[in-house]
């Protein structure tokens, strides 16, 4: 095997990667891979402001053969401010994947993080994935701390069939937002974000722009719960088709075999089909899951109200992703017909040590539609 460079990619390296993600699918009952088209830098936006990609390439083709993302934004930890980074699309062509390619990567990413942009990060693995928990988690010299801290479940609620639709409690109104709700809207995040950790610092300049972190989202998507005038809960549906993309490659023996007859039933149901290999899931992604006192009623009725605008639109399914401890889950699990599971973990070097002791037991919190 060919020796291996670490460095930062740049755009000419745009459809080198986007490439790199469509070889590396994710395999299980299904093999799915995580596109990012037209451009894989474009969909980097949702990362958050400050975001790199980190590249390993064969010493002798100059090929990518190896990829990974480090981001960094302000979230809430204990209620006030900071920047805490992410780490995520682990991405190894599978001939390259052993010897020293993790160690070595890692040695690179140690050095970016001489930067001092953050202390800690947090990152999240697959649930079953056992050769990334494995090496991830073995404590090797070269690797950082990495400390688990509960699991996400993402909820598959389809879209179609029969609806349970539940009216708003009393004195609350579900109406769809305006441009007019974003000072209000930025207000009532601050307000009601630090009661979960990591609940990102929202600006106004993260909407309405293709360079945003919400792009792609209009106000129209974002369902707003109001009581006396006062913004209470907040859900949205949002559309990423246009940048980012799940791909079914194929599906595992059972599940190709089994395929057809749930379509047929599915059909009878008014429910969604399962996607052609090759074709991307028709899905929108829940965002910004957020209730004054985790009002589960309240979060209930902003739930049917994104389900009936996703229905109108043609897509099959939301996706709505949660921390286990979060009171908010409840109401998943009631309407979910599969879920996703992903280990979650705070990473660390010995120099975020300090940061990470003074942090306290508050319910995690991850953008969904960010990871």
Known sequence: MSSLRFELASPADDGELR???????MSGKLSVSF?????????????????QTIVARDGTSGSIVGIANRSVRQRFVNGAAMAVGYLGSLRVLP???GGRVLADGYR????????????????????????????????????????????YH????????????????????????????????????????????????????????DAATFRGLGAGDLFLAVRGGDIVGTLA?????????????NYGSTLALTAPVYNGWAALRGLPKLPKPGTAFPFLTAALPAVAGNDLDIFSALLDATLAHGCQ????????????????????????????????YLVYWEDGATARQQIDGCVPYLELGCL
């Open 19 to 25: 490439q790199l993600l469509a070889a590396t699918p």
């Open 35 to 51: 596109r990012r088209e037209p451009s894989y830098f474009g969909a980097a936006a949702v990362e958050g402001e400050f975001h």
């Open 95 to 97: 001939r390259h994947r």
């Open 108 to 151: 690179f990413l140690r050095e970016l993080h001489g930067d001092r942009r953050a202390s800690i990060y947090l990152t999240t693995i697959a649930e079953g994935n056992h050769a990334a928990l494995a090496l991830l988690t073995s404590g090797r010299a070269s690797l950082p701390r990495y400390e688990f801290i509960g699991m």
């Open 154 to 209: 993402t909820g598959a609620i389809p879209l179609g069939g029969k609806s349970s639709a539940m009216s708003a409690p009393p004195g609350v109104t579900i109406r769809c937002a305006t441009v007019e709700d974003w000072p209000q809207l930025i207000d009532f995040l601050d307000r009601t974000g630090p009661s979960r950790q990591y609940f990102p610092c929202y600006q106004s300049k993260d909407w309405f722009d």
């Open 237 to 249: 549906c949002w559309d990423q088709s246009r940048f980012r993309q799940v791909v079914v490659e």
């Open 313 to 344: 639109r043609g897509f099959s399914h939301v996706l709505v992703g949660l921390h286990e401890r979060d009171p908010l889950t409840a109401v998943i699990e009631c309407r979910q017909t599969s879920a996703y599971k992903t280990r979650c």
